[in-house]
């Protein structure tokens, strides 16, 4: 049996930060991972990187626009260009541990086989290692919902479809999250024709109601078709396409009170009849398309891993339960990232990185509740940034607030960058002058959030982003204008 000081599962980013902060303080250390497609983890190789290629290409190409023919052309260079990035930074990643004399890289399937032990299958046959210390970074995978038709070569996750070379003219997405409405607008912005299906009532439901409508209006005005309360039955395949089955319920917005369907069908959809009349009605309709998306969710990779055998608890989302220096319950085994089912961010996982680290190699301070507000982006155009609470959530938390919005179309910096879409909101606790929460969707989102999370970790009070001076012409500065907003604190 092979020993090692430490033996992480999974060549992600936490893993492979671990692994080399780990043989730098003089330890032995084993990574086992079971594709070589996935050095660097899914941020690397078919999550954050390369579909960030794809944003910015697809923004390019939007604005230099002309025919379906010339943007195919562009989308296919996309791909390309994204492809060389992913590689590069494929290699780097696995430079950075396999050159290091203490570290085997060792490819396969790990599994437990006891407490600190693991059986690693490939298709060279098993070896079993044991280590000091095991650390699991295996991930998480897209969850499938159970669609009849769903198996189809056409439906595509977030990970499969971006190696698709040829532009879908015609792409359905199902789901209207953050991954789902991402990848509408920069296959819009290729001059796709988008539909979106959303299960519930509205998408971004979880968001500030003026800011999701802001969201959803924004994409329908770049003629993607957003189709609430739809339930998908079925995919068919019909020669070069697919057909989605989809029963629409109308039932009311609770945002708005108005029809979540709306009296027209989206474009190019036949209806197969009428439900019955009443306060909820429905359709059943057929979708056609040239690929289908699903982002629907994704699930901690942990099958396979026989956690029982080494004592690891899951917790109530199928995750590994962890605590919060993300300690398993089996002594000695620490679980990072995807795999612990909790929010799903590549700095998040880079974070719990230096958590372990800290736990094992230094004095234990750091953990996942002392590291703040957790910032996110979704990369439609323009990006869509949120942190900390929605006012709504603000004043079911007892809180008295003070709230101030912004257009973009009011920030000169908007003007300059020729995309005035979107607005700033802020929410303020009335009593402290401390920032609760701030949603941005506008140009250079993606790092005003930033800022904003320095502001409220640091418990500085609002005013000082109403009074600070900022570059001009900026995004930033805007900050001056939309605190002012707020009037003076009582």
């Known amino acids: 049996m092979e020993h090692y000081d430490a033996a992480i599962i999974g060549f992600g980013t936490a893993g492979r930060a671990l692994g080399a902060a780990l043989a730098d303080a003089g330890q032995t250390v084993a990574v086992v991972e079971r594709s070589d497609a996935m050095f660097g983890g899914a941020c690397v190789n078919n999550a954050c990187i390369p579909t960030k290629a794809l944003v910015q290409s697809a923004r390019l190409s939007a ?50 086989s006891g407490p600190l032990q693991l059986t690693v299958t490939s298709d060279e046959g098993e070896r079993t290692l044991s280590a000091d210390r095991v650390f699991i970074d295996s991930g998480s995978t897209p969850k499938l ?63 500030d109601d003026q800011i999701a409508h802001a969201v959803h209006a924004s994409l329908e005005e770049r003629d993607i078709e957003i189709v609430c309360n739809a339930e998908v039955e079925r995919i068919d395949d019909e020669h070069d396409q697919v057909l989605v089955h989809v029963r629409v319920g109308e039932r009311r917005d609770e945002r708005d009170g108005e029809s979540a369907l709306g009296e027209n069908a989206p474009s190019g959809i036949e209806d ?85 680290r800290d736990d094992v190699l230094g004095d234990g301070l750091r953990t996942t509740e002392n590291r703040g507000a957790i910032p996110r982006c979704t990369f439609v155009h323009p990006p869509f940034a949120r942190i900390g609470i929605t006012e709504r959530e603000a004043r079911e938390a007892g809180f008295t607030v003070r709230t101030a919005t912004l257009p973009a179309a009011n920030i000169s910096q908007a003007s300059i960058l020729q995309d005035e879409t979107g607005l700033m909101k802020v929410v303020v606790d009335a009593e402290s002058d401390l920032v609760l929460g701030m949603d941005l969707f506008c140009e250079d989102a993606q790092e005003l959030v930033n800022l904003v999370k320095i502001v409220m970790d640091a418990r500085i009070p609002a005013t000082a982003l109403r009074d600070a001076v900022f570059t001009h012409p900026s995004m930033t500065e805007a900050f001056n204008n939309l605190i002012a907003a707020l009037g003076d604190p009582s």
């Open 63 to 112: 604005a230099e626009g002309g025919s379906i023919v010339q943007q195919e052309q562009r989308y296919e260079a996309a791909v390309e260009h994204m492809d060389r990035i992913r590689k590069r930074a494929r290699e780097r990643n696995y430079r950075s541990l396999a050159d290091r004399d203490c570290v085997s890289i060792i490819m396969g399937e790990a599994s437990f």
């Open 145 to 207: 919902p159970p669609i009849p038709g769903i198996d189809s070569p056409r439906v595509h996750t977030s990970s499969s479809l971006i190696d698709v070379r040829t532009l879908p003219r015609q792409l359905i997405i199902i789901g209207g999250g953050f991954v789902g409405l991402e990848f509408a607008s920069l296959y819009a912005d290729f001059g796709a024709q988008v539909t979106v299906l959303q299960r519930g009532p509205a998408i971004l439901e979880g968001e």
């Open 272 to 356: 197969e009849g009428e439900g019955e009349s009443g306060t909820t009605s429905s359709r059943d309709l057929r979708l056609p398309a040239h690929a289908v998306l699903v982002a629907t969710g994704r699930a901690p990779n942990t099958d396979g891993l026989n956690l029982d055998a080494a004592g690891i608890a899951r917790n109530e989302r199928g995750g590994i339960a962890v605590d919060e220096h993300l300690r398993t319950s089996a002594p000695n085994v620490w679980a990072l990232g995807d795999v612990t089912d909790g929010p799903q961010f590549t700095y998040l996982s880079y974070d719990d990185f230096r958590i372990v």
